[in-house]
C-alpha cells in the first residue's frame, strides 16, 4: 500500500484554519489555496531524482545537483483543483498541465464526467492529480482511473482536506497511489460533505454560492 502523507507543516496548518472559517472571504480562501497548494507541492516533489551537474560561479567550478529530467504534469480535477495549479507551476514551469472534468451528482453522490484532456505524452510523466477534498474518494477514484487507463503509472494524489472514506476508497481502488493531504478529517456528513471540512470548496474558490 502507497502511503498516506499528512503535510503538518505549521506554515500550511495555519493556513488551513484561515481557510475553514466560513468568514473568509472568496478573495482571501482562493489566495490561501494557492498558498498552500505551493508548500504541499514542496513536499510532495521531496523523491524527485536528482543528477549531478557542474556550474561555473565567478569563483570556481561548483557540483551542484538539479532534477534528473523527470518529466511532470500536473492534473487538476474541476473545478476545485484549478485553484492548486498557478502555484505549482510557478515552482515547476516546465509541467504539463491536464483536465478532468468531474462533479458529484447532488442525490447519488457519484461523480459525473464531462471533460477529460491529457498532455500526449502522458504516460511517461510523474503526475500530480490534485483536487482540495478527497471527500467519498469517487472523483479521485475516477480521475486516477482515466490516467491509467491513458497508461500513466507514477501518480501521486494531492488534497488539501481528506478524511477515512476518501483515502480507503482511493488505497483500495489504487493502491500505488501515494496520496498527500494536509489534513485529515474526522468523517463525511449525510451529504458527504468533510466534516469538520470547509464545505463547497469550488464554491468558495469561484464565488458561485
Ligand atoms: C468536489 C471536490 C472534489 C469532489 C470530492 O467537487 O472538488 O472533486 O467534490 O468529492 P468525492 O471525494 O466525494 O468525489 P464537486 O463535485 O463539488 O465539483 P466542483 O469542483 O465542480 O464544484
Ligand atoms: N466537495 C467539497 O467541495 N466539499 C466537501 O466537503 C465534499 C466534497
Redesign the pocket.
Given at each position: 500500500m502507497a502511503q498516506l502523507h499528512v503535510l503538518d507543516h505549521p506554515l500550511i496548518q495555519h493556513k488551513l484554519a484561515i481557510l475553514r472559517s466560513k468568514d473568509t472571504s472568496v478573495k482571501e480562501f482562493r489566495e490561501l489555496v494557492g498558498e498552500i497548494a505551493g508548500l504541499m507541492c514542496y513536499e510532495a516533489t521531496r523523491n524527485l531524482p536528482l543528477q549531478e551537474v557542474e556550474v561555473e560561479t565567478p569563483i570556481t567550478i561548483a557540483k551542484c545537483r538539479m532534477l534528473a529530467g523527470k518529466k511532470l504534469a500536473i492534473v487538476p480535477?474541476?473545478?476545485?483543483?484549478l485553484g492548486m495549479v498557478d502555484s505549482m507551476v510557478a515552482l515547476i514551469p516546465s509541467a504539463k498541465i491536464g483536465h478532468i472534468?468531474?462533479?458529484?451528482d447532488p442525490e447519488t453522490?457519484?461523480?459525473?464526467e464531462y471533460y477529460c484532456k491529457l498532455p500526449e505524452d502522458i504516460e511517461s510523466r510523474q503526475v500530480y492529480v490534485v483536487?482540495?477534498?478527497?471527500?467519498?474518494?469517487?472523483?479521485?477514484?475516477?480521475?486516477i482511473n482515466f490516467l491509467k487507463q491513458r497508461g500513466c503509472k507514477n501518480i501521486i494524489m494531492m488534497n488539501i482536506i481528506g478524511c477515512p472514506?476518501?483515502v480507503a476508497?482511493v488505497q483500495e481502488a489504487h493502491p500505488d497511489v501515494e496520496i498527500y493531504v494536509a489534513a485529515m478529517d474526522e468523517k463525511?456528513n449525510e451529504h458527504?460533505y468533510?466534516v469538520p471540512g470547509l464545505g463547497?470548496?469550488?464554491?468558495r474558490?469561484?464565488g458561485?454560492k
Open positions: 480535477v474541476l473545478r476545485a483543483g472534468g468531474l462533479y458529484r453522490h457519484k461523480p459525473v483536487d482540495p477534498m478527497l471527500a467519498t474518494g469517487g472523483s479521485a477514484v475516477a480521475a472514506e476518501g476508497a463525511l458527504a468533510i463547497d470548496a469550488g464554491d474558490i469561484f458561485t
